[in-house]
């Protein structure tokens, strides 16, 4: 899949992560895009993304490797929880 349909079918209009070498061809299509923030770790990403919602009511998209998914769970059940 071209990563232009793939960003399409997202539908976010905001993205975050942790670049890797297996996401290059997605994070450098997003930066030249200009709509890609790059995150210390997957947690800070959350954050921003939560942030992003918040201001503007539009969903963001993080994307990260499946290792850093431990990263994600506090500020996802800090932020994202409505309880």
Same mark, same amino acid.
Do not use: R, W
């Given at each position: 899949? *071209?990563?232009?349909?793939?960003?399409?079918?997202?539908?976010?209009?905001?993205?975050? #992560? =942790?670049?890797?070498s297996l996401l290059k061809s997605f994070c450098a299509y997003l930066t030249d895009k200009g709509c $890609?923030?790059?995150?210390? $770790?997957?947690? #800070?990403?959350?954050?921003?993304?939560?942030?992003?919602?918040?201001?503007?009511? *539009?969903?963001?998209?993080?994307?990260?490797?499946? &290792?850093?998914? #431990? $990263?994600? =769970? $506090?500020?996802?059940? &800090?932020?994202?929880?409505?309880?």
């Amino acid at each position: 899949m *071209k990563v232009e349909k793939f960003t399409e079918l997202l539908g976010a209009d905001f993205f975050t #992560g =942790v670049p890797d070498s297996l996401l290059k061809s997605f994070c450098a299509y997003l930066t030249d895009k200009g709509c $890609n923030q790059i995150a210390a $770790n997957e947690g #800070g990403a959350v954050g921003l993304a939560a942030g992003h919602y918040l201001a503007t009511g *539009k969903p963001a998209c993080v994307y990260m490797q499946n &290792s850093g998914q #431990g $990263n994600a =769970v $506090n500020p996802l059940a &800090s932020l994202a929880d409505p309880d």
